[in-house]
């Protein structure tokens, strides 16, 4: 004869099942928040990336036009719109699609001297490069100027 005892403790209790699920769903939010941070960090890279390409290439601009242009704060102007292979692109690497959708492009430039700056993925940064060779992340609304503060 069989034990009736026996059969009704087969399964889960609800108990067990709702802890099961909690976890779930704690692990479920950390990987999605890490998900989320290393998405930051790879756009952020990105603009770093292209930002110095951009340096490199406005070297380039320089020797070729003895300066970089005339003074403008307009990215599709001058040294900034400029894609000419010659030239070494400059324009290349802040044209659109090249640069996440989200980051702002700040251009400026006098015969001697250029800044350019983009925001990073927490709209509270950005990255900038100059003629002098500086190229860092800073805090704060991008100015006008010619050099990163």
């Given at each position: ?5 026996a ?11 709702l ?66 292979t010659?030239?070494g692109?400059?324009g ?58």
């Amino acid at each position: 004869m069989k034990n009736k005892k026996a059969n009704f403790f087969k399964g889960f209790t609800l108990i067990e099942l709702l802890v099961v699920i909690a976890i779930i769903g704690i692990l479920a939010t950390v990987i999605l928040n890490s998900l989320t941070q290393s998405q930051a960090k790879a756009y952020n890279s990105k603009i770093a990336q292209q930002l110095n390409s951009f340096r490199t290439a406005a070297q380039m601009y320089f020797i070729n036009h003895a300066g970089y242009g005339p003074a403008t704060s307009a990215c599709n102007d001058g040294m900034f719109n400029d894609v000419d292979t010659q030239d070494g692109s400059p324009g290349l690497y802040i044209a659109t699609g090249n640069l996440p959708d989200f980051s702002q492009v700040t251009c400026n430039s006098t015969i001697k001297d250029y800044a350019l700056k983009a925001t990073l993925y927490s709209g509270t940064d950005y990255w900038c490069v100059d003629s002098t060779g500086a190229s860092r992340s800073l805090s704060g609304t991008p100015n006008n100027g010619t050099i990163c503060p």
